[in-house]
């Protein structure tokens, strides 16, 4: 009797250690498990109602960059409908029909669980892509939408140039929607160049940061005709468009395609509302040669994860741009429609070094007062 009671006591606290052993190893197990599946993403799938500060990027950011991007594109389809810009007519639409069927699965699938569609508001910007015309603020643009935590609308609102007295709530609903944390942008390259302007985004915000994608006035300027061009194809040529006076060599200043290039001009009236540290200056060769270089600064300058990378980016010799990619995947890179990349008329030789020279005063201002060298000269 003492005997078997002495060995069920002994049995019993074997057993009681064993089952607790069990016990921790199956928690272990589990949390294991569940790191692992944290891990391979599938946590993001989880409704998550935790929206972090705009310091600590929302949850959203863990997902896919690529079907974040295809969300905005879907709300930029829409909002290009509304103001039929001459800007969106690329063919950017069709390529993309693919990710938008992404985003329409992602879309219902949030909607059913209703997971963060009520948190989702439209904010006046918090960035502004302001210029200059044919800079390459479409591929800026288009680069930054890859990223989760940008939401932008895709036609040019010019809303502080043309559109000013709709007033700020017309405005806003052009906005794509945006959960916290999220940053709401557009691109209105018209913007640096229109006197009113500056203080007109002031007035709406002190604080907003404004980006500002340069390129060599010479190149900008026969761009410019280029697609002034390609709609009205009887103006009268670059060469002549250029010169008061083309014997005496005087150059016509007055032009638009050579006014919008003197940056220097332009930068003192934004100047005079906004300091220096609120304004990024993209060097639009750089987005050309080294796009995921030019897309760090810029991410680091809106305080955002560089989580656009070299990975989203291939060179397409053909069209001579980077096309965006998405990483890891062999679906076709997306480029830029037809309206981006034109080939621009050979222009006369001793003109472009009459330019050159027009521009090098501006240049090495402009160059003073951003602190940073662009090399054109
Ligand atoms: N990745 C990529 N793909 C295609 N094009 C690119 C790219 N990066 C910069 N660029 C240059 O962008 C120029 C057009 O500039 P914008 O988008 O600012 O033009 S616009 O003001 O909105 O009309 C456009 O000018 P053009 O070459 O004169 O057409 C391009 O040189």
């Known amino acids: 009797m003492e005997y078997s009671l002495l060995f069920c006591q002994s049995s019993c606290a074997v057993s009681f250690h064993l089952g607790k052993r069990l016990l921790v190893a199956c928690i272990m197990l589990t949390l294991w498990v569940y790191m692992l599946y944290c891990c391979v993403g599938y946590c993001a799938s989880v409704p998550s109602f935790a929206v972090n500060s705009v310091e600590m990027k929302p949850d959203t950011a863990s997902v896919d960059p690529f079907i974040s991007s295809g969300r905005a594109i879907y709300s930029s389809a829409h909002s290009r409908d509304l103001l039929n810009n001459e800007n969106e007519l690329d063919s950017r639409a069709d ?62 609102p010019h809303f502080f140039d043309r559109n000013y007295e709709k007033g700020l709530e017309w405005y806003r609903e052009l906005m794509p929607k945006t959960i916290d944390g999220q940053i709401t942008m557009e691109k209105t390259p018209s913007y ?110 809106l305080h955002l994860r560089r ?26 890179p997306h480029c830029l429609g037809k309206t981006k990349g034109r080939t621009h008329p050979n222009i006369h030789p001793t003109v472009v070094r009459q330019l050159q020279d027009f521009y090098k005063p501006f240049n090495k201002k402009f160059y003073l007062m951003t602190g940073q060298d662009f090399d054109w000269d």
Request: charged fraction near 25%; aromatic fraction near 10%; include cysteine.
């Open 95 to 156: 390529e993309w029909d693919e990710s938008k069927a992404e985003l329409r699965a992602v879309e219902e699938g949030t909607a059913a669980t209703g997971a963060y569609n009520w948190t989702e508001t439209r904010k006046l910007p918090q960035a502004i892509i302001i210029g200059v015309k044919k800079g390459g603020t479409r591929a800026l643009l288009e680069f930054l939408r890859v990223h989760p935590d940008i939401r932008a609308v895709g036609a040019e």
């Open 192 to 301: 640096f160049v229109t006197k009113e302007v500056p203080g007109r985004i002031y007035a709406m915000s002190k604080d907003i940061k404004l980006i500002v994608v340069v390129r060599d006035p010479v190149t900008r300027a026969i761009s410019d005709y280029t697609q002034t061009r390609s709609k009205k194809p009887d103006i009268p040529s670059f060469e002549s468009l250029t010169f008061k006076n083309a014997t005496e060599g005087l150059i016509d200043a007055t032009w638009s395609a050579l006014q919008i290039g003197m940056y220097a001009r332009h930068l003192k009236r934004w100047l005079q509302f906004f300091p220096l540290s609120q304004i990024l200056f993209v060097s639009g060769e750089r987005l050309i040669t080294d796009p995921a270089g030019e897309m760090a600064r810029v991410q680091d300058f």
């Open 307 to 332: 989580l656009v990378t070299e990975k989203h980016f291939h060179f397409n010799p053909a069209k001579g741009f980077p096309c965006l990619k998405k990483p890891a995947s062999n679906s076709r």
